[in-house]
């Protein structure tokens, strides 16, 4: 049986919606990461802890970018495709260069296949408008 | 945490074997159009989380329960994965993924399995699918329910993610694999007990690099020689470097250390002990003591240039901003003083460097 509210849908997408899901767990991954620089700073890291606030402060920025896919906004858009570019960037680099950094699955679907998801739901942008 | 259990391994080729075929079928069928697209992107996710769970029964057959559980989560993603189409999809989906996500956390925090790659891979796919299942889509009939999913999108999923990434972290500093000596600290597999020989070859190691070393009680030789502080000064001990020692790549070489330790005492730094180093990353050095003398490297921490400062990596593969997850080159210890862990421990005992500062 068909429920009410899988009636054909209007032409409406619902990439920006998947992008906000994909975002919003983003940002919670980098709200934890700065939360954990916390113990590190109390045990004497001081710089942790300025880089554990800049972590949560990115996290807070992904959320309002997150709204503002979900509103249709085009600078939400920019800056999402923007951030993610810079992810996947940074993440392949750390991948390439010989740094011994984790190439398991989670690391790489956290910081690869996600920001690749989120760029490849937010590449129209006529779905977008200001 | 950071590995992939050998018998895991085979759930993981099942999880990447369903990804296309879970693509496919739903192309193929012709309700996909009368559904919000989240609604097929969290199928498909389902459908790779059940087939990991499926493809984990045959290595589990010996556990008899997991193995059922197994099988029953995997036939039960599998089949919510095809029905997509059904009235009550989005409630017994999110049902089914919060049930499984607690149910591990139950199950590891129980000690009856441990966190590895394969299941947080598993609890990632896991959380991004409950939140496409939830999110409401723009044109959706039943604006009524909008609010309803948008609180749970909102409050289910964080709490959700904040909850696992807690527990498999707890769970894994407490109760690490018998290589993990500590957190981020994975020891050189050795023999249980240590032979004579290697005893006696432990014991002339020790002994080498104590004497060698010993010129470096004044920090200032240590400085002469190329050895440089690294790290907040604040810090009970801080390893002073030598860079050529580490860029020549000596290999145990008493006479050689690449690294010095010192305490940070209110009287100066006070020479506590050597390290060697390996050069290459992954390749643990000549254990002549066997159990007494095992190497030890640090992986999947993150570090900053900002201080030569580091963080442990989240289970999620994340660190702060501005810095980068690295593993460190195989390192060797030589405490020359008392250490209640041994001459050769991963760490030097916070009690001893307090008492050298007192003293």
Not at chain 2, 87 to 112: K, Q
Not at chain 2, 316 to 344: E, K, R, Y
Request: hydrophobic residues 50%.
């Amino acid at each position: 049986m068909i429920a009410p509210d899988v009636e054909r849908l209007p032409k409406a997408s619902s990439r920006p919606e998947a992008a906000f899901v994909v975002l919003l767990m983003q940002s919670l991954f980098w709200a934890m990461a700065g939360i954990s620089a916390i113990p590190f700073a109390i045990a004497g890291e001081v710089f942790m802890l300025g880089l554990g606030i800049a972590s949560l402060l990115l996290a807070l920025a992904t959320v309002f970018v997150a709204i503002g896919v979900i509103w249709r906004r085009r600078w939400a858009r920019r800056w999402a495709v923007g951030l993610e570019a810079v992810c996947v960037a940074g993440s392949i680099l750390l991948l390439v260069l010989p740094l011994g950094a984790n190439r398991g699955p989670v690391a790489l679907i956290a910081n690869v296949v996600l920001p690749i998801a989120v760029i490849a739901l937010l590449r129209q942008p006529a779905e977008l408008t200001a | 945490m950071f590995d992939i259990a050998p018998d895991h391994a085979i759930g993981l080729y099942s999880g990447l074997l369903a990804l296309p075929l879970a693509m496919i079928a739903i192309r193929l069928r012709p309700a996909r159009h009368m559904v919000p697209g989240t609604v097929p992107g969290a199928s498909v996710l389902m459908a790779v989380a059940g087939a990991i769970h499926i493809g984990l029964i045959g290595t589990h057959l010996k556990e008899s329960f997991t193995a059922l559980l197994f099988l029953l989560n995997g036939t039960a993603y599998i089949t919510l994965s095809v029905a997509f189409a059904w009235r009550w999809w989005r409630a017994a989906s999110a049902t089914l993924i919060g049930a499984t996500l607690l149910g591990y956390l139950v199950y590891i925090a129980f000690g009856f399995d441990s966190p590895d790659q394969v299941a947080i891979a598993t609890k990632l796919i896991e959380l991004t699918a409950l939140g496409l299942v939830l999110v409401p889509v723009r044109g959706e009939p039943r604006e009524s329910r909008r609010t309803w999913r948008w609180t749970l999108v909102g409050v289910a999923v964080p709490v959700l993610t904040l909850i696992t990434t807690s527990t498999v972290w707890i769970v894994d500093l407490k109760r690490p694999d018998a290589q993990h000596v500590h957190a981020g600290a994975v020891l050189q597999a050795t023999n249980d007990v240590a032979t004579p020989e290697q005893t006696a070859a432990a014991a002339q190691l020790y002994a080498a690099t104590k004497s060698a070393i010993e010129p470096y009680q004044d920090w200032h030789r240590a400085m002469a020689a190329g050895y440089r502080p690294g790290g907040p000064a604040n810090m009970p001990s801080t390893h002073w470097m030598n860079q050529h020692y580490v860029d020549a790549g000596y290999v145990l070489d008493p006479s050689r250390p690449q690294g010095l330790v010192y305490a940070n005492t209110h009287h100066g730094p006070v020479l506590i002990g050597a390290m060697f180093q390996m050069k290459p990353i992954g390749q643990l050095g000549p254990d002549p003591g066997g159990p007494l003398t095992a190497w030890h490297e640090h992986q999947d921490i993150c570090v900053t240039p900002i201080g030569f400062e580091f963080s442990l990596m989240t289970p999620f593969a994340t660190c702060p901003i501005g810095s980068i997850d690295v593993s460190v080159p195989p390192m060797l210890h030589v405490w020359i003083v008392d250490n209640p862990g041994g001459q050769f421990a991963v760490d030097i005992d916070a009690t001893v460097v307090k008492k050298i500062d007192r003293a």
